[in-house]
């Protein structure tokens, strides 16, 4: 038996085999889940043709975090289905071009808002459409976000990188208030990896260039294991009393200096 065996996982964020929350999706299949992927738009079409590459092939179900009837719809659908919801993987992120690219200057609200509504309240949004699915989970609800550790400043990261420490402390204050309802809510600070999402960030080849080299363990852009090994240890009951934590996975980039 997996470490998720007979748990039920919705799981965000799957364009390509690339995605960190494919990684995810596959490892926890393996592990026992039974899972299903959201997605949105023309993007609904590359997640439906990868999802045919998972272990067992889930459904893809309609969600675009900026619309609260696909939402509402989700919610309703996995009451039907499931009745109750044992984790739940946050992997979204999107900012416009001008958000990026390395002059925080120059980006106006209508984008910085986008940036913000996409990437941070998202999470808020799902934690508070799925909870009444997640405390019901016979051991517990677990919520994991994906990040990218948001302490510094990074090249070209900009308003990303805000919206990203915005998400951090969200989190600690969605594990705060959804404790006592039985749900974890963590994190998993993941290093570069070349995903599509990555691909879009000007001068993301600084990040190639200089992490394994300074990682204590090295660091392989292309291996998303490691993640999705940390993500579903999450998910399990393995940390039944952790929550509110950034568990870093980056091969240890984040504890050394120059």
Avoid at 45 to 59: C, F, I, K, N, W
Avoid at 140 to 163: E, H, I, L, N
Avoid at 195 to 212: R, Y
Avoid at 217 to 241: H, M, N, Q, T
Wanted: charged content about 25%.
């Amino acid at each position: 038996m997996g470490i998720l065996e007979g748990k039920r996982i919705l799981v965000t964020g799957v364009l390509t085999e690339a995605s960190l929350a494919f990684g995810v999706a596959r490892l926890a299949e393996e592990e026992g889940a039974e899972i299903v992927l959201t997605s949105f738009g023309r993007a609904t079409s590359l997640t439906r043709r990868v999802a045919r590459r998972l272990p067992t092939e889930p459904d893809v179900l309609e969600l675009d975090v900026t619309a609260p009837d696909d939402v509402a719809n989700v919610a309703r659908h996995l009451e039907e289905s499931w009745q109750h919801l044992d984790g739940l993987v946050h992997s979204i992120g999107n900012a416009p071009e001008r958000c990026l690219g390395g002059d925080i200057l120059r980006a106006d609200w209508t984008d910085v808002a986008k940036t913000l509504e996409v990437s941070t309240y998202s999470l808020k949004l799902l934690c508070a459409a799925f909870a009444p699915l997640l405390e019901r989970a016979p051991t517990g609800g677990s919520v994991v976000a994906m990040d990218f550790d948001a302490r510094v400043a990074w090249p070209a990261y900009d308003w990303m990188g805000v919206a990203k420490a915005a998400l951090e402390s969200l989190t600690r204050y969605l594990a705060r208030d959804l404790g006592p309802r039985g749900i974890r809510v963590n994190l998993v600070a993941a290093g570069p990896m070349r995903t599509m999402a990555a691909k879009s960030i000007p001068g993301f080849s600084k990040f190639e260039e200089i992490w394994d080299g300074r990682a204590p363990l090295g660091w392989d852009i292309a291996d998303s294991e490691p993640v999705a090994r940390a993500a579903v240890a999450l998910l399990s009951d393995w940390f039944p009393k952790t929550t509110g934590e950034m568990v870093h996975v980056d091969g240890g980039f984040h504890a050394t200096g120059a």
